[in-house]
């Protein structure tokens, strides 16, 4: 059931602002305005702004910026990696405990983009639940945009739609903020963690296992994570003594087949991906032996630290001032 687990769209209070703001800069008469209307007016207003570039009254580039929220089911929201990488490991730990067998079979994780990174970051919360990381375009760095997205000037959000006379930008609902009086408050540590580009921590998760296999693709254009933070990363895994093999993509590397273009994601389909490199890790990968077995890891980051560890059947985070 595909609706059980969408986002729906919704205009929460500050969208709602946005809609009142641009009705007042068009002298555009509205009584109350709510979730109920909301759409009904922001409409209209396209509609009038339409019939002004038609009478040559207004720039014929002009654009309406809307915003929107993205409302997560079952009240998730984006915490921005840390607890969909947790997810992953209690995935993992409940298929091995449904089917025993599993248990040792290679554990590779891979994706695009968000995918890729979510990849590298359960290798640092959970070195001894992986064997491998296919990852393509995951950044090194998370930009905050989409952590705090509403909160950046300029931010185009986590997804935007163009129309000839509007745009609208899409945020996923989320309660992390600059408001420093706030509980969730976004502060250094919380970006410490989510961050792969971290010698000390990249040490730490080697101490707990430097036998994974990392394979990575990364656009040396990538306009929105630049591919130099993926270089370092890549190269203090390699000093540490693991497998590494980053594919650095410039335009000599473009097939119109595999490597489409040097933006983001390089225009490479996750099948293509995995179709091309899971094979090679699997062969890497044969003659070794992947185990389940419970471990835990610490990673002080500024004035806290947060421990990832396995309780009985669960993979849990406890974070310590």
Known sequence: DVEKYSAYKYF?????????????QFHFSYGEINND??????????????????????DHNFKLNFTST??????????YGIMAAIDHINALKDLVKRFPKFADLPKIYGGGSYGGYLALLIAKIAPWYVDG?????????????????????????????????NRIIFFLKTHWTRK????????????????????????????????????????????LTPANFKQ????????LGYDVSLNLID????????????DHGCGIPDKA???????????????????????????????KVFIFKDVGDKFELVIKD
């Open 12 to 24: 929460q209070e500050e969208d709602i602002e946005n809609i009142k703001n641009l009705l007042n």
């Open 37 to 58: 209307n909301a759409l009904f007016l922001a409409n209209s207003l396209v509609k009038h702004v339409e019939n002004l570039k038609m009478q040559n009254k207004l």
């Open 70 to 79: 993205f409302i997560p089911p079952n009240g998730d929201y984006q915490n």
């Open 133 to 165: 990381v296919i990852d393509n375009s995951g950044s090194a760095l998370p930009p905050l945009n989409y952590i705090l997205g509403r909160e950046m000037e300029h931010s185009y959000g986590d997804y935007y739609e163009d129309f000839p006379h």
């Open 180 to 223: 420093e009086n706030s509980p969730y408050f976004f502060n250094n540590e919380n970006y410490f963690i989510r961050t792969l580009l971290n010698k000390d921590h990249l040490i730490l998760q080697s101490q707990k296992n430097k036998n994974i296999i990392y394979v990575s693709y990364h656009s040396d254009k990538d306009p």
């Open 232 to 239: 370092q990363t890549m190269q203090i895994l390699k000093i």
């Open 251 to 262: 335009e000599n590397k473009i097939d119109g087949k595999f490597i489409k273009n040097l």
């Open 273 to 303: 991906l995995f179709r091309k490199e899971l094979p090679l890790m699997l062969e890497k990968l044969q003659k070794r032996k992947s185990f389940m077995q419970e471990n835990s890891i610490s990673y002080p980051c500024g004035n």
